[in-house]
C-alpha cells in the first residue's frame, strides 16, 4: 500500500512538472483551472467510492455462496491478492489526483495544464475499468467450482512440503523402563515437529516415542513424548528442548497441517449433503477428494522417525498413515451419502480408485481400510431405507470394490 502510494505520488509530482516546463502554454486548451478543479474533485470521490465498492463486490459474492459453504471455509476465500492489489492501485489513484489538484496553478482563469488533466481522465476511466474486473474475478473466483478446485490444489501443495522418510523400521521398541514424560510447551495447536532438535537433545543411546501428531490440540498437562534410555542416562536428556521442538499455534492453519487442508475439502461435501442436498456439489468434491487421495496413496505418508550413528533415535508411532486418512474422509461423508442413491454411487466410485491406487502401490492396510468403508455404506444404506433397485445397483458396485471387476472399469448403471 505504501509503495502504491509513493508511486502515485511521483506520477502526480511528473506530471505537472511536464505540464509546467515543457507544455506551458498547454498547446491544447481543456478548459480553466477551476473547470480542472471542479474534475478533479468528483474524481478524488469518485475513485474513493469505486475503492469502496470492489472491495464490498467480493463481500456480496461471498455472502451469496454462504448456503453452499460452511463458515469456516468462506472465511478463507475473503481475504484475495486481486483485492489487496485493487486497493493499492485505487490508492495510487487517489494521491496522484490529490497532488496535481493541491499544485494546480492558482489563477482559475489559466488554462488546465494538460498532461495533468488527461491523466485524470485516464485514471478514472481505469477505476471504472478496476470495478467490472473486480465483479469478474469475484464472480470467477467464488464460483463452487473454482473454490473445490483451490480446496484440493491446497491440499496437494501441502502434500508436497510433507517430510521425506528419514529411516524405515521393522519393530518400534517399547519405551525401555527408566524413561521420563515431557509434557507440551503450553496450549495450542501442533504446527511443526523438529525431528533434527527432538535428536540432539538426548544422550548417546537415548531414545524418543512421540505421543502426539501435527494437528493435535495439547495443554500444559499433555504428554508429547517419552524420553527412554539406558540405566539412569534419561536424567540427561533436555527435556526442556524436546518439548520446545513442538511447534504451537493458537490456530489451526491448512498451510502446515495435511488433515485439516483435506478436512476443509470434506467439509464442503458434507455441507452440501446435509444443508442443501446439492449431490452435483457433492460429486464435484469427491472427484477432487479422489484425486488428492490416489496422490496421498502413491506418495505415501511417511512416519517422522529418525536414527543417528550414535544410536539416537526418534520413533513416530502415532502420525498420520494414509489408512487413516482416507477412514477420517469416509466416515464424515458415508452417512450423508448413503441416503441418497446418486451420491452413494459416487463415494463407491471414488473407493474403488482409491482401491486401485493401493493395490498398485501394495498399500494393503489402505485396501483392508476401502473394503471396510464399502462394507459400512452398504449396511447404513440399508439402514437408511434406500430402495430395493438403488441398493441393488449399490450392492453391484461394491462387489465391484471388493471382488474386483473383469473389465477393469467401476460400471455405472
Known amino acids: 500500500m505504501i509503495v502504491a502510494m509513493t508511486a502515485g505520488l511521483c506520477v502526480g509530482v511528473a506530471a505537472l512538472a511536464v505540464d509546467t516546463k515543457w507544455l506551458w502554454p498547454p498547446p491544447v486548451e481543456l478548459g480553466t483551472v477551476a473547470d480542472a478543479r471542479v474534475l478533479l474533485g468528483a474524481v478524488t470521490s469518485g475513485l474513493i467510492t469505486v475503492a469502496v465498492f470492489g472491495l464490498w463486490m467480493r463481500t456480496v459474492v461471498v455472502g451469496l455462496m454462504a448456503a453452499h459453504f460452511s463458515p469456516r471455509t468462506l472465511l478463507i476465500f475473503l481475504d484475495d491478492s486481486f483485492q489487496r492489489k485493487l486497493l493499492a492501485s485505487m490508492s495510487a489513484g487517489v494521491v496522484a489526483v490529490l497532488v496535481i489538484l493541491l499544485r494546480m496553478p492558482t489563477n482559475d482563469q489559466a488554462a488546465a495544464p494538460l498532461v495533468s488533466t488527461v491523466l485524470v481522465v485516464m485514471i478514472a476511466l481505469a477505476a471504472m475499468a478496476g470495478v467490472l474486473l473486480a465483479i469478474q474475478h469475484a464472480t470467477r473466483s467464488l464460483s463452487l467450482p473454482e473454490l473445490i478446485s483451490r480446496l484440493a490444489e491446497d491440499a496437494l501443495e501441502v502434500l508436497d512440503r510433507h517430510p521425506k522418510a528419514r529411516v524405515e523400521f521393522a519393530d518400534i521398541p517399547p519405551p525401555l523402563s527408566a524413561r521420563r ?27 524418543v516415542h512421540l505421543r502426539c501428531r501435527i494437528g493435535e490440540f495439547v495443554t500444559p498437562r499433555r504428554p508429547v513424548a517419552l524420553v527412554s534410555s539406558t540405566g539412569i542416562e534419561v536424567e540427561e536428556a533436555d527435556s526442556d528442548a524436546v518439548s520446545k521442538a513442538f511447534n504451537l499455534a493458537r490456530t489451526r492453519s491448512p498451510e502446515m497441517d495435511l488433515v485439516f487442508a483435506v478436512s476443509q475439502l470434506v467439509d464442503v461435501g458434507t455441507f452440501a449433503l446435509q444443508a442443501r442436498a446439492d449431490t452435483s456439489t457433492a460429486h464435484e468434491v469427491m472427484v477432487h477428494l479422489e484425486a488428492v487421495l490416489e496422490e496421498i496413496v502413491y506418495r505415501g505418508l511417511p512416519r517422522r522417525h529418525d536414527r543417528d550413528t550414535e544410536g539416537r533415535c526418534v520413533y513416530d508411532e502415532v502420525g498420520w498413515d494414509t489408512a487413516d486418512l482416507v477412514q477420517l474422509c469416509v466416515e464424515r461423508l458415508r452417512e450423508q451419502a448413503s441416503r ?18 493401493a493395490e498398485n502401490c501394495e498399500e494393503f492396510a489402505v485396501v483392508t481400510e476401502v473394503e471396510c468403508q464399502v462394507e459400512m455404506v ?16 449399490l450392492e453391484r458396485e461394491a462387489e465391484i470394490i471388493v471382488n474386483g471387476d473383469p473389465a477393469g472399469h467401476v460400471r455405472h448403471t
Open 181 to 207: 514424560t515431557v509434557l507440551a510447551p503450553g496450549t495450542g495447536w501442533i504446527t511443526g515437529i523438529d525431528i533434527d532438535r527432538i535428536r540432539k537433545a538426548l544422550p548417546v543411546g537415548g531414545a
Open 340 to 357: 441418497d442413491p446418486e451420491a452413494a454411487r459416487h463415494l463407491m466410485h471414488m473407493l474403488h480408485r482409491v482401491r486401485e491406487a
Open 378 to 393: 452398504r449396511m447404513l444404506a440399508q439402514a437408511n431405507g434406500m430402495l430395493t433397485q438403488d441398493r441393488q445397483r
